[in-house]
C-alpha cells in the first residue's frame, strides 16, 4: 500500500511568476510575503511580485528574516507578524528554508502554541489539528521540493536539534515553478541545487520503500 498527496496546483513553465496576481486573488486580499534578507530583493524578484500585487489591488506585508535552517523563534514571530495583520493567505518566495517556513507559519497562524510543540521530537509532540491558511510557494531554487511535500524543516538551537513538522495541510496550495527565476542565482548555488535534486531522485529509487509510481518519475529525472 502506498498513498501519494500533492499539491492542488502546480504551474510550470517560463513566465509563469508573471501570472502570481491573478492567482492571488483565489485566496484573499491580503497576503503576508515570506523571503529571505538579501537574494529575492537583490534580484528585484521581490520589488517585482510586489509590483504585480499591487496591480491587483492586493495588500502585502513582508517578512524578510528567514535564514537557512530556520529556526524556531523566527517560525514563532513570522507567526505573530502574520496573526496580527490577519493575513488571508501566505507566498513563499525563495529557496527551501523560506518556503519550508512558509508552511510552518501557515499552520501556526490556525493552530495554537508554538511550532516547538509540534517538532517531532519523542513521542509526546503535538499535531497539527486546524486546516493551514492557503501558501504560494515560489522557489527561487532547484532541488530541495519543499514547494511540494508536506514537511518543514526547522532548527532549534537549544537542544542542538533539526526536527520535522508534519503534516498533509503543509503541503503548499499552489507551487509556481519558473525557470527564469533561477537566472540571477549564482553557479555555486545551480550546481548545488543539482545535486541536491539527483540525490533526491536517486533516494527512492534505491529505498527498500520505493513504489512503481513514484520509480517511473524518478528514473526519467535521473536521466534529465
Known sequence: MFEINFNKKVIYGPGAFENIGKISLEFGKKTLIITGKNSTKNSGVLQKLQNILNRYKIENFVFDQVLPN???????????????LNCNFIIGIGGGSVIDTAKAVSAMATNDGSIEEYLEIGNSYKKIINDSLSVIAIPTTAGTGSEATQNAVINEPKRKLKRSVRADKLIPDIAILDPAL?????????????MDALTQLIEPVTGKKNQPVIEMMVLDGIKK
Do not use: W
Open 70 to 84: 530556520p529556526t524556531v523563534e523566527i517560525i514563532d514571530n513570522c507567526t505573530n507578524t502574520c496573526k496580527k
Open 182 to 194: 533561477l537566472s540571477t542565482a549564482s553557479k555555486e548555488i545551480i550546481s548545488a541545487s543539482a
